[in-house]
């Protein structure tokens, strides 16, 4: 199971990717776009081909009230065209915090602003990403305990 994040804006798109058993979110840099959207969904579409990619998770950036905005529109948008390149399903998950968070990971790190401008999107998408697969972990290991409660009762 490979799992693929991206973090989609205007200059860029950050890539993240699952490791094979879905546990933790690796950097795999960012696209540049370039204004054809024809180019950026080739670039994608061979990344998801290339690397067994069975899911995609897109970053949705809501508001932080909860409504969701322009950039939120874009992104859904976007989602439409890769579904157009791609049978992958696709996830949406929230964003919100996510670019922040990653730019204090950077500023920690000391980074210079060229380098934390570099590098933003990719770990933006490392984050939404690893987010993403906490939940599938905290929901898989709430089933299993349900499961084994059922079990318990059904032996009295």
């Known amino acids: ?10 200059k860029n798109i950050g890539l993240a990717l699952s490791d094979p058993f879905g ?6 840099g960012a696209i540049r776009r370039k204004g054809d959207l024809g180019a950026d969904l080739a670039a994608l579409k061979t990344i998801i081909d290339s ?9 949705l950036p ?9 950039a939120a529109e874009m992104a859904q948008n976007f989602a439409a065209e890769i579904g157009n390149i791609t049978a992958t399903p696709i996830v949406f998950w929230d964003e919100r915090l996510t670019s922040k968070m990653a730019e204090q990971v950077l500023l920690e790190a000391d980074l210079s602003r060229k380098k934390r401008k570099q590098k933003i999107d990719s770990l933006a ?5 690893q987010n993403y697969l906490d ?10 305990k349900l ?6 009762e059904s032996y009295e």
């Not at 546990?23 to 795999?28: K, Y």
């Not at 499961?147 to 318990?152: A, D, S, W």
């Open 1 to 10: 199971m490979r799992i693929l994040g991206l973090d989609v804006g205007m």
């Open 23 to 28: 546990m933790t979110a690796q950097n795999l």
């Open 51 to 59: 690397r067994d990619v069975d899911t995609i998770v897109i970053g």
């Open 62 to 70: 809501k508001n932080m009230n909860g409504t969701l905005g322009p």
């Open 125 to 129: 998408a490392v984050l939404i990403l």
């Open 135 to 144: 939940f599938l972990a905290h929901e898989k290991r709430a089933k299993e």
């Open 147 to 152: 499961e084994e409660e059922e079990k318990g």
